[in-house]
């Protein structure tokens, strides 16, 4: 939900340590991109670097809802393809916040 609307309305997007954090609407959203768990409600650091607003922070949510799809996908397999597709995902979203 987060996503669709930064995709949408633009919000801002942060970054601190091993996870990112995205702001939309008053509604924070996490992910801790060593496990790929998604969180809501999970606020930054103080410390936390602004690393997108506005334009390009709908840019970054529309690649983020489409590596959430393939994340969702990938819970429900098993062995080697599971491993492959969950690594995948850690890949593109290191390159989407690059």
């Given at each position: ?8 309305k ?16 008053e509604?924070?959203?996490s ?15 103080p ?51 690059t």
């Open positions: 939900m987060a996503l669709r609307l930064l995709a949408q633009g919000g801002k997007i942060y970054t601190y340590g091993e996870k990112i954090y995205i702001y939309v609407e509604t924070w959203l992910l801790n991109l060593r496990l790929l768990i998604w969180r809501v409600g999970e606020r930054p650091p410390r936390a670097e602004l690393i997108a607003e506005g334009e390009e922070a709908k840019a970054i949510a529309t690649e983020f809802a489409q590596l959430l799809e393939r994340y969702t996908e990938a819970k429900t397999m098993k062995g080697t393809a599971k491993e492959a597709l969950m690594r995948s995902i850690k890949e593109k979203t290191l390159y989407v916040l």
